[in-house]
């Protein structure tokens, strides 16, 4: 098995009156264990340019198994602090949620469910029996606040 | 104005081939510019089995911001977890000891970030560092 780790430090020294300082590390393992993950997209960057909504990870391109311990990991590699990547989770061509913006400079690292939807486009869904909202396939998409080309980088961790 | 940076490092060295080393840094600015996100808040919750929790009422930090939102599942038992969610979304799994940070859209009333532990109850740690709330009249 292999063992990753992400740690992540936030600080400040004057954001409260006393200084901030988070630190954590976490091992990436597979759900439910404590064996590591063993697969990965590995980093891949991608040019964007163009305001459209477009899927940067479409879960039917990747192996990944749904609702499992997937990390999701995003940056926009820009320096513009006032251009962002809009970045949500579903199909570019339906209605996707929204988690945030990345504007220049920012990462997100998130666990992904990655869920494809079931017959009735409604995966896990309340229809179901489950107690989810899923109407479309869990793609993680992107969209641009303008056409200027960016370079965004993301990786995705697996089983 | 406060200077915040979230700093991520990634690595591995039995994952590829390679050896895998990524850092990122990022300093936590207001939306669209280069002023500090100055206020925080940041707890430590039992979450019950069961029931979805909000931890971010969408309409409280205000929407289209670049808000962050840091979550981590304090539990020990790897085989526990809670599921996040956006609105009635399942983003993902948190198992225990793991941790997520996002940017938060709240892009409609309805898009609150919440957790739901499932099997037992599990301790979280959470923060929401934003550029001011609104809080509910009394």
Known sequence: ?159 | MATTTATLTLTSTDLLTDSLSLSATSTLYKAGTTTGLDSIQYEKLEVAAGTQYDMVDATSGGANKANKVYVANKHTDATKYVEIYIAALQIGRLYAGDWMLIPLEAAAATQDVSVKAITSAQVIEFALIHEGKTLAAS
Do not use: C
């Open chain 1, 1 to 159: 098995m292999a063992t990753t780790t992400a740690q992540i430090t936030l600080t400040s020294t004057d954001i409260a009156d006393n200084a901030l300082s988070i630190s954590n590390t976490m091992t990436l393992t597979t759900a439910g264990t404590e064996t590591g993950i063993t697969e990965t997209t590995g980093l891949a960057r991608k040019k964007i340019a163009s305001a459209t909504e477009v899927d940067l990870i479409t879960i039917a391109n990747t192996d990944v198994t749904a609702l499992k311990s997937a990390k999701v990991y995003i940056k926009n590699t820009s320096t513009a602090t006032d251009k962002y990547a809009l970045i949500g989770v579903g199909q570019a061509t339906g209605t996707p949620i929204y988690i945030g913006r990345l504007y220049g400079g920012d990462w997100m690292l998130f666990p992904w469910s990655a869920i494809l939807t079931d017959g009735d486009g409604q995966a896990a869904s309340i229809a179901d029996g489950g107690t989810s909202a899923h109407a479309a396939n869990d793609d993680i998409t992107i969209k641009m606040n303008d056409s200027t080309e960016t370079v965004i980088e993301y990786m995705v961790f697996f089983e």
